[in-house]
């Protein structure tokens, strides 16, 4: 079982910046491909971006641009550094780990966009 805990949601301005941070619990925790998602109230979650244990990334077309992803393997941690954010990116953000059919969540970190 992994579990992960994600933290760093919070309150901000249109056009602020957040950087949230996933930490998982196992130590193979560089096997796992990672992501973050998103849903927004009335909505389904949705992938928000992907970094593989080969560090490929990949970001929903919404985020590209304003969007980074990156792992540190040595901290066990999966970082999603947002720029630029809008209203629409009000959401419970959500760390997933996936490795073959086993698929992990945390419990999600609340983001809001609002002047």
């Known amino acids: 079982q992994v579990r992960l805990v994600e933290s760093g949601g919070a309150l901000v301005q249109p056009g602020g910046s957040l950087r949230l941070s996933c930490v998982a619990s196992r130590t193979i925790f560089s096997i796992y491909d990672m992501g973050w998602y998103r849903q927004a109230q009335g909505k389904q979650r949705e992938l928000v971006a992907q970094i593989t244990r080969g560090f490929s990334t990949k970001f929903a077309d919404s985020v590209k641009g304003r969007f980074t992803v990156s792992r540190d393997n040595a901290k066990n941690t999966v970082y999603l550094q947002m720029n630029n954010l809008k209203p629409e990116d009000t959401a419970v953000y959500y760390c997933?780990?996936?490795?073959?059919?086993?698929?992990?969540w945390g419990q999600g970190t609340q983001v809001t966009v609002s002047s």
């Open positions: 997933n780990a996936l490795l073959g059919r086993a698929e992990h």
